[in-house]
């Protein structure tokens, strides 16, 4: 069974950085697309940022600038790394992995708490 478990959220102040991280546990085939995405309160879930293996990484127009997604595929393990916080930033933030080929499978991490407040 794969378990993705992610870390690095918390508070920050406007304009401040945090780097999320999310881990793959068991046997993971390799991953079409690894990717984050967020649902702040009373709102639906959004993209935010995603990897497409051997290509392009895509991201929100509201975050284009301040957030690099990145990996490491050995691991694979994927990383946010956000920058120029704001408080509309402010979110449950989830990792996502998707392989639509077989063995096909999505998987969800349990989300990871992002504040930005002064």
């Known amino acids: 069974q794969v378990q993705l478990v992610e870390s690095g959220g918390g508070l920050v102040q406007p304009g401040g950085s945090l780097r999320l991280s999310c881990a793959a546990s068991?046997?993971?085939?390799?991953?079409?697309?690894m990717g984050w995405y967020r649902q702040a309160p009373g709102k639906e879930r959004e993209l935010v940022a995603v990897?497409?293996?051997?290509?392009?990484?895509n991201y929100a127009d509201s975050v284009k600038g301040r957030f690099t997604i990145s990996r490491d595929n050995a691991d694979n393990t994927i990383f946010l790394q956000m920058s120029s916080l704001k408080p509309e930033d402010t979110a449950v933030y989830y990792c996502?992995?998707?392989?639509?080929?077989?063995?096909?499978?999505?998987?969800w991490g349990q989300g990871t708490q992002v504040t930005v407040s002064s």
């Open positions: 996502n992995v998707v392989r639509y080929k077989y063995p096909q499978y999505e998987y």
């Open positions: 068991g046997r993971l085939f390799i991953p079409n697309v």
């Open positions: 990897s497409i293996t051997g290509g392009s990484m």
